[in-house]
């Protein structure tokens, strides 16, 4: 794990870095569980590159499988979908990424923050996508609708 900042770019070498990101945000709520977004699709062995669309302003996302092209809604997005652009790095213009979700739980069991992270499978970059606020609902829920 080399979580790390060059000339304002943070970046990481794998997921677990990605997670940490997310883990050491600053001036929201704090980050008590991370999950790194996977297709279900494919059994035991759950592809975690994709393609993946959000808006920072409307506060949705939904991420395409690489593998089989499944589209799938982060939690609420669909509706209030506003056909934001495919992410694509900042600094080598790549489009596949590995997604994953910090979640806030502050009675441990209900998800009241969702913040959502890319990194880049080309160069590392890590950038931040999207956040949405959740009325707490049970950590099951959310992580089934991500």
Do not use: K
């Not at 997670?19 to 759950?46: I, K, M, Q």
């Not at 990194?119 to 609708?145: H, K, N, W």
């Amino acid at each position: 794990m080399v979580l790390r900042v060059v000339g304002g770019v943070r970046l990481g070498e794998d997921a677990e870095d990605l997670r940490s990101f997310l883990r050491g945000l600053d001036g929201g709520p704090e980050v008590h569980e991370t999950v790194l977004l996977a297709c279900e699709n494919h059994g035991d062995e759950r592809p975690t590159w994709t393609y993946v669309e959000a808006d920072a302003a409307v506060g949705c996302a939904r991420r395409r499988c690489l593998q089989c092209a499944r589209n799938v809604w982060i939690l609420d997005s669909e509706e209030r979908w506003s056909f934001p652009h495919v992410w694509s790095c900042g600094s080598c213009g790549q489009s596949i990424a590995e997604v994953a979700a910090g979640l806030s739980l502050p009675d441990g069991a209900h998800v009241e923050w969702v913040a959502l992270g890319a990194r880049c499978v080309d160069c590392g970059r890590i950038d931040g996508l999207t956040d949405l606020v959740l009325s707490a609902l049970p950590l099951s829920q959310v992580v089934g609708q991500l």
